[in-house]
T-cell receptor, first 111, second 115 residues
Framework: KQEVTQIPAALSVPEGENLVLNCSFT??????LQWFRQDPGKGLTSLLL?????REQTSGRLNASLDKSSGRSTLYIAASQPGDSATYLC??????????FGKGTSLLVTP | SAVISQKPSRDICQRGTSLTIQCQVD?????MFWYRQQPGQSLTLIAT?????????ESGFVIDKFPISRPNLTFSTLTVSNMSPEDSSIYLC????????????FGAGSRLTVL
């Protein structure tokens, strides 16, 4: 059974810092890995999708990497802003369409 | 990407009652999924809602407790039956295309509190 772990569980940083969120998974047989952002009352927003054949994806200040063989992904956020405060979820898609989610990293960026 | 509307956004329910959550999509989609997020936990897939046939349930979830309907390609409902406080969760509807190919879109979720 796929297990997805996210570290740290919570993170507080001052505005402007660069930060890294970590995700690990136990079964490397995945189709893709996605990073989501969850805001209270607003559901989940997909940030980046990395196919199993890719090593990284970038969108604005966000960069996600994938090392499938070691079962790891990182989400790098550059020049963090208070608006980045949210819970960040990592999810991997394996066989049968299901997404397996980590518990998330709760990020607080202080002005 | 598809826009998903979920109703209700939140509700407080009494033990032993049932509640139906609706998920409406603004375009036809192949795949619709229902997830549960218990307090402090990750999202867990309940079932895949199949159009015109019974839903496919994940291990630990059964049709009697979580009956699902999918009458067409834009709408689905999830019922949480005979609720107990342990059912207090956020329930999310999600839609996507072919497995491994498309980004999944999620609704805002329905936060249920069972007293």
């Amino acid at each position: 059974k796929q297990e997805v772990t996210q570290i740290p569980a919570a993170l507080s940083v001052p505005e402007g810092e660069n930060l890294v969120l970590n995700c690990s998974f136990t079964d490397s047989a995945i189709y893709n890995l996605q990073w989501f952002r969850q805001d209270p009352g607003k559901g989940l927003t997909s940030l980046l999708l990395i196919q199993s054949s890719q090593r990284e994806q970038t969108s604005g200040r966000l960069n996600a990497s994938l090392d499938k063989s070691s079962g790891r992904s990182t989400l790098y956020i550059a020049a963090s802003q208070p608006g980045d405060s949210a819970t960040y979820l990592c999810a991997v898609e394996g066989s049968g369409y299901a997404l397996n989610f980590g518990k998330g990293t709760s990020l607080l960026v202080t002005p | 990407s598809a826009v998903i509307s979920q109703k209700p956004s939140r509700d407080i329910c009494q033990r032993g009652t049932s509640l139906t959550i609706q998920c409406q999509v603004d375009s036809q989609v192949t795949m619709m999924f229902w997830y549960r997020q218990q307090p402090g936990q990750s999202l867990t897939l309940i079932a895949t809602a199949n159009q015109g046939s019974e839903a496919t349930y994940e291990s630990g979830f059964v049709i009697d407790k979580f009956p699902i309907s999918r009458p067409n390609l834009t709408f689905s409902t999830l019922t949480v039956s005979n609720m107990s406080p342990e059912d207090s969760s956020i329930y999310l509807c999600s839609v996507g295309g072919a497995p491994g190919a498309n980004v999944l879109t999620f609704g805002a979720g329905s936060r249920l509190t069972v007293l």
